[in-house]
């Protein structure tokens, strides 16, 4: 039997693929990079192809997520798409991503920075004689700190003294199964293969960081939530697929080289550190370290305004934490104009003289709003009354201009509520908790990209937070400087107790999250 | 028609206490309870939806009018039982296996109810087999499942199937929601309908059941 094949080119790359006629396009996008966030349900339209060349045919999804003016111009979910000819496709994620390489954006923290925080904490674990291995660690004096997270992975060389020596940041290679930790988790529990990927991608990184000096790597350190944490090392995630979301399987997890297949020295220790409980993994065990909750007697929070919205707060006598599951709208994800913080992307809108002034990123025209500059329009909204309390655009007329072509749709502004209505009814709730009120808060950490992006000014004016401005500060990325920190601690932090509250449970969550989901009236 | 002007406006604007204080007025002066529901409980809960469908509300005040409602319709309830009077269309709902996630159900159940319909609430968690429990003891006409995660999907299948396995499949409508729930995957696990809201579900059993009687 002969298998015709067709021939597909994807631009702005020239990539050149060939499938069997009639084949979904799926499995070939992602092989080239291609992330399918809604792991291919044909919901959240972010894998638009554009026909450059050649005809794809309308499907169900396509009309249901894509505009009449978007189907016209050859816009198509790339997931639902078959391919019965060859075709030219222009991959809309592509072209952010090449234009993101002229505006580098940096999410690490700044190596100065970094060797301020750790320098009361030398000398370095990597030299630290390990009970049973007095082996050639403290000859070698380097470590690599790795903050796996669902969608991006950041990892850095270090020095003994905590020196950054190499850095490199890299997309989660299991996108191609889902943008969330949930459809990863149904993936995996489906049959596919998530840990090989994974662990390859992470050989390669390290491999590329301790190039020339791999010899010298003593120790490797991973950090991430507990399904990365699972699905790394490869251990059964069914327990996270169902109430009550707790895995028996919260511990440290240690490996050697050999186990992963990396080009590491066979007596270097690769660990991931343990979980908290829940979804709560040791991405934010380290941001707790790094925010030095628990090092005084004054109450510090850690906000990490991700998908899954985590925040701890405590003190040196315990601590509390809980995930409240925002979702993606800080990321653009949910927003109909919405997309990453790479050029052309509206990163900030200010209210000049009653008129909106946004910030482009990049030189060229709008093109679409990242979550920094949908906190800010809409906090511009409110402000010019544009936009009420109760989240109506005020003139009933379902958009917000904000810079044509770029609008926010009234959906926009009900998914921002949702987001900023979880993560503050959490924060209320676990304020609750602790029996504590906000003016006892010594600071409020924002972990992660969109953290250190927001104009604090405009999520104290849509709610997000509340808490005076001057406790709030911006963290960067938490999870990978607490690993570094661990990395370098004489020997493991004394942490307090950690408590996992779980927000499912809490019978009050339903009334403070519709509270907390309105805007403030006036501020 | 009498419309009870107080009850009707006390529910749109979300107002427990006025439309309790409404309902135990009308109560006093002799209104019929059921004319009372049909005249003007359901009328706000329409209007409700209707403003919900045009994006003017969204959940903080579906879930304020939603408690002004459920208040008045306790009060009612008693009476009801007392004069031997019922509602014509019964439906169970609940949050399927594994999920927890309640205020998308806990607002359908609350439309459902506005709009005259006997509402028997599972809750959360609830497994195949108490649903099959529910349909054989309480014998509604319609089950609504409620999902919001992508790993707790499957267990509207799971409940379709024991539904058949009982027998109890053609006895039963069954509607499907919850965001990453598609009109697709209603098809494919052969439910009776889907809605992308608490609106539309309102609509869903009174076409379903509309279409059984012709
Ligand atoms: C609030 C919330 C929570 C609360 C739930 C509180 C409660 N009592 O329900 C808390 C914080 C506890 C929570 C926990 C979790 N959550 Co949650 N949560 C959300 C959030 C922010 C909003 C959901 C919501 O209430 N929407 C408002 C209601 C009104 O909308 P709705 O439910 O869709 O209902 C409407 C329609 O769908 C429809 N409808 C609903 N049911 C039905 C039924 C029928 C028959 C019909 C016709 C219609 C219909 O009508 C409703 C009204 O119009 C979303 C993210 C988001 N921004 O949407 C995540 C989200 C749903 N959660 C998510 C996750 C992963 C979780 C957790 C597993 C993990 C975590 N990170 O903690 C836990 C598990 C909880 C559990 N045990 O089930 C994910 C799901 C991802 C996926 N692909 O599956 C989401 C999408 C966030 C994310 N990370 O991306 N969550
Ligand atoms: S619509 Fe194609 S991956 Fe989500």
Redesign the interface.
Known sequence: MTCDLVRIRLEPLSVELKLPLGSSLIAALAAHGVEFPC?G???CSGCQVRVLSGSLLVT??DSATLTPDQLAKGWRLACQARAHESLVLECGQWRMQILADDNPSDPIPKVGALATMVAPSIPAVISRERAGDQSASSSRGLAVAIDLGTTTIAAQLIDASGNVLAVETALNPQAAF?SDV??R??AA?EGQDLTTPIRVALGQIVARLARGRASQVAEVLLVGNTVMHHLFGSLDVEPL???PFQSPNLAEQRFTPRDLGWDLPSDCVVRFARCIGGFIGSDILAGIVAAGIALGDDLTALVDLGTNGEIAIGNRHGIVCASTAAGPAFEAGSIRMGMRAVTGAIAYVALVDGTLRPTVLGDGAPRGICGSGLVDAVAAGLRSGSILA???IAD?S?NFPIALPVVLY??DI?EL??AKGAIAAGFRLLLKRLGAQVSSLHAIHLAGAFGNYVQIESALRIGLLEAPHSVIHAAGNTALRGAKMLLLAREEPQLPPIEHVSL??DPAF?DE???C??FPENL | MALNVDLYDAILNGNAKKAHAATEAAIAAGVEPMALIQESMVPAMDEVGRLFECEEYFVPELLLAGRAMKGAMELLKPLLTAAGQKMAVRVVIGTVKGDLHDIGKNIVASMLEGSGFEVIDLGTDVSPENFVAAVEQRKPHVVCMSALLTVTMPAMKLTIDALQTAGLRTQVKVLIGGAPVTHQYAKEIGADGYSENANGAVGLVKNLLAGEAA
Request: proline letters at 0%.
């Open positions: 792991g349900m044909g919901e169900e999804a889902g949930m459809s988790i149904r529990l697929a169902h109430v109760n989240g109506r009933g379902k009234q959906s009900r509520q949702l499912a449970a339903q999250f519709a509270a989901m309105t």
